[in-house]
Nanobody
Framework: QVQLVESGGGLVQPGGSLRLSCVASGGDFRRSDMAWYRQAPGKQRELVASISMTTRTQYKDSVKGRFIIARDDDRNTVTLQMDGLNSEDSAVYYC??????????WGQGTQVTVSS
């Protein structure tokens, strides 16, 4: 039974920064691939960044150079450092865990709003 709890969302001005965190409980975090997705109103949920159990990372093109995904296996935590935020980044951000048995688990989501 996996539970994912996100935090760190909020309202920021364009050009600002936020750091999202996701703490996982249950399951085997070390053998899981982790990712951040986001979904804006009326849009499909999209992959923002992922980090495998071997720490291989992938990023959506539009966030490359601005976002950094990292994991701490000792704390069962994955983070997303977001810099240079713009209005296109406004969305609900979801933490995703893909287990060793290829099952997806999702957090409740945290709102990120970029506005002046």
């Amino acid at each position: 039974q996996v539970q994912l709890v996100e935090s760190g969302g909020g309202l920021v001005q364009p050009g600002g920064s936020l750091r999202l965190s996701c703490v996982a409980s249950g399951g085997d975090f070390r053998r899981s691939d982790m990712a951040w997705y986001r979904q804006a109103p009326g849009k499909q949920r999209e992959l923002v960044a992922s980090i495998s159990m071997t720490t291989r990372t992938q990023y959506k093109d539009s966030v490359k150079g601005r976002f950094i995904i990292a994991r701490d296996d000792d704390r069962n935590t994955v983070t997303l450092q977001m810099d240079g935020l713009n209005s296109e980044d406004s969305a609900v951000y979801y933490c995703n865990l893909r287990s060793f048995f290829n099952t997806d688990y999702w957090g409740q989501g945290t709102q990120v709003t970029v506005s002046s």
